[in-house]
C-alpha cells in the first residue's frame, strides 16, 4: 500500500473560482478525515467520513465547503467561490476502526494539497 | 472546549544535547494523548501515544508520559540527532473518540545542529 494519498499536491486559483480536491484512503481504512492547516498553526479538523457516511462536522465548514466520499472509499473535498481567507493546506487523514474488533488504527495522514487564493 | 498548548518554537540543539517540548492540554474526562511529526515535504506522522493516565508512550527515543494531575504530555530525548530536525505536533483525541477528531497544538520547530 502507497499510503493515503491527495491530489493535486498544489493548487493556485483566482478568488471567486470553485476547487476541488482528491483524497485515496489506505485501501482497508473505513475512516476518513480531512484538516486544514494554515501557516505556522496545527491542523484544524473539519470533518470526518465512515465508510460512506458523514458523521461530524465541525463549525469551521462553511456553507461554501462541501464533502463526499460516495463508494466509501476515495473522498472529495469542495471549496466554492474561494476567498484569500481559504489559502491553506488541506490535509486528508484515514484509519481503521473496526468496533468490536480491537482493530483500530491512528490516523494516517497524507501530504496535503496546497491551496492558494490570489 | 478541547485545546492544546504547546512551547513555541523553534527550538534549536546541538546534537546529542537533551530535548523536552512541553505540552499541556484542556479536555473533558480522559482523552488519548499523541505526539506527531512532521520532517521536511512529509505528511504527518504518529511518533508515540497513550492512551491512559501513567501511560508512557515511546519511539525512536523519544518519550512521553500521561500526566492526569498535570494535565501534561510533554516529550523528551535523551540525546537528538540532526536527523530528529522537524516540527512536532501535541495533539488529543476526545475521550470516547477514538481516532475520530483529533484536536493539535501549534507545533513546535526543531533544529539540531551538528
Known amino acids: 500500500d502507497t499510503g493515503v494519498s491527495q491530489n493535486p499536491r498544489h493548487k493556485i486559483t483566482k478568488r471567486g473560482q470553485n476547487v476541488t480536491f482528491r483524497c485515496d484512503p489506505i485501501?482497508?481504512?473505513?475512516?476518513l478525515y480531512w484538516y486544514r492547516q494554515t501557516l505556522g498553526q496545527g491542523p484544524e479538523f473539519l470533518t470526518y467520513?465512515?465508510?460512506?457516511?458523514?458523521?461530524?462536522k465541525s463549525r469551521l465548514l462553511s456553507d461554501r465547503f462541501s464533502a463526499e466520499r460516495p463508494k466509501g472509499s476515495f473522498s472529495t473535498l469542495e471549496i466554492q467561490r474561494t476567498e484569500q481567507g481559504d489559502s491553506a493546506m488541506y490535509l486528508c487523514a484515514s484509519s481503521l476502526a473496526g468496533a468490536g474488533t480491537g482493530r483500530n488504527t491512528e490516523a494516517f495522514f497524507g501530504q496535503g494539497t496546497r491551496l492558494t487564493v490570489v | 472546549g478541547d485545546s492544546v498548548t504547546q512551547m513555541e518554537g523553534p527550538v534549536t540543539l546541538s546534537e546529542e544535547a537533551f530535548l523536552t517540548i512541553n505540552c499541556t492540554y484542556t479536555a473533558t474526562g480522559y482523552p488519548s494523548l499523541f505526539w506527531y511529526v512532521q520532517y521536511p515535504g512529509e505528511g504527518l506522522q504518529l511518533l508515540l501515544k497513550?492512551?491512559?493516565?501513567?501511560d508512557k508512550g515511546s519511539n525512536k527515543g523519544f518519550e512521553a508520559t500521561y500526566r492526569k494531575e498535570t494535565t501534561s504530555f510533554h516529550l523528551e530525548k535523551g540525546s537528538v540527532q540532526v536527523s530528529d530536525s522537524a516540527v512536532y505536533f501535541c495533539?488529543?483525541?476526545?475521550?470516547?473518540?477514538?481516532?475520530?477528531?483529533?484536536?493539535f497544538g501549534a507545533g513546535t520547530r526543531l533544529a539540531v545542529h551538528p
Open positions: 467520513f465512515q465508510n460512506e457516511a458523514q458523521l461530524e
Open positions: 485501501s482497508e481504512h473505513n475512516r
Open positions: 495533539a488529543l483525541s476526545p475521550q470516547g473518540g477514538g481516532y475520530n477528531k483529533l484536536i
Open positions: 497513550a492512551t491512559k493516565a501513567d
